[in-house]
């Protein structure tokens, strides 16, 4: 009923740039929160950034000053821009909506299949 796609990820150096894509779709009344998450293998799943309903944007400490979140709420979609991108950013990126589907109040969170990220020289 919702599906989100990502795009975007790929292989690139240290110090370099990816900017990721997520478009959601479907059964889609309203979006709350809508963002991004990593997982490298081993650990777990983590919050990269978040945008909120509201303008508010939650960003891991390990990203902030590096990456970018925006969110056009209109369209269902919402980006990253990783900029100075380290070794340890390799991971799977997830994208995440929390969707209201209807005029209810109840609202469901969403994830997309993933995009690898791998930082590499």
């Known amino acids: 009923q919702v599906q989100l796609v990502e795009s975007g990820g790929g292989l690139v150096q240290p110090g370099g740039s990816l900017r990721l894509s997520c478009a959601a779709s479907?059964?889609?009344?309203?979006?709350?929160?809508m963002g991004w998450y990593r997982q490298a293998p081993g650990k777990a799943r983590e919050l990269v950034a978040l945008d909120n309903t509201g303008g508010s944007t939650d960003y891991a400490d390990s990203v902030k000053g590096r990456f970018t979140i925006s969110r056009d709420v209109a369209k269902h979609t919402v980006d990253l821009l990783m900029n100075s991108l380290k070794l340890e950013d390799t991971a799977v990126y997830y994208c995440?909506?929390?969707?209201?589907?209807?005029?209810?109040?109840?609202?469901?969170?969403?994830w997309g299949r993933g995009t690898q990220v791998t930082v590499s020289s």
């Open positions: 479907g059964t889609i009344y309203d979006i709350y929160n």
């Open positions: 995440k909506a929390n969707v209201r589907i209807n005029t209810g109040w109840a609202t469901y969170d969403y």
